[in-house]
Nanobody
Framework: QAQLVESGGGLVQAGGSLRLSCAAS????????TGWFRQAPGKEREFVAF????????YYADSVQGRFTISRDNAKNTAWLQMNSLKPEDTAVYYC?????????????????????WGQGTQVTVSS
């Protein structure tokens, strides 16, 4: 079973940047695609970004396209979410998730149920 630990959250002013990290342990990271989700108070968990296990393909929610960048390094068992031009509406708990490559192919897995393992989340707060 894979364990995922997010870090890098915090408080930032609008227009600022943060870089979230997702460190994996327990299983080789290279057998899993990685996604980032976020959940604001009173709202459902929503998809943010996805990267395939080789890092060749990425996909973003429209709300973050052009501002956020997902990446990974399998040798380091780590994925990142670089967040630039942050807005107050980006405030949420951000979660890293892993999807086994043994599952049926989904080109753009954007549902929480598409993923097998989750981290505990890291809070991102953007002040106006």
């Amino acid at each position: 079973q894979a364990q995922l630990v997010e870090s890098g959250g915090g408080l930032v002013q609008a227009g600022g940047s943060l870089r979230l990290s997702c460190a994996a342990s327990g299983r080789t990271f290279s057998g899993y695609a990685t996604g980032w989700f976020r959940q604001a108070p009173g709202k459902e968990r929503e998809f943010v970004a996805f990267v395939t296990w080789r890092g060749a393909f990425t996909y973003y929610a429209d709300s973050v396209q052009g501002r956020f960048t997902i990446s990974r390094d399998n040798a380091k068992n780590t994925a990142w979410l670089q967040m630039n031009s942050l807005k107050p509406e980006d405030t949420a708990v951000y979660y890293c998730a892993a999807r086994s490559t043994s599952r049926a192919v989904v080109i753009t897995p954007t549902l929480p149920s598409d993923y097998d393992y989750w981290g505990q989340g890291t809070q991102v707060t953007v002040s106006s």
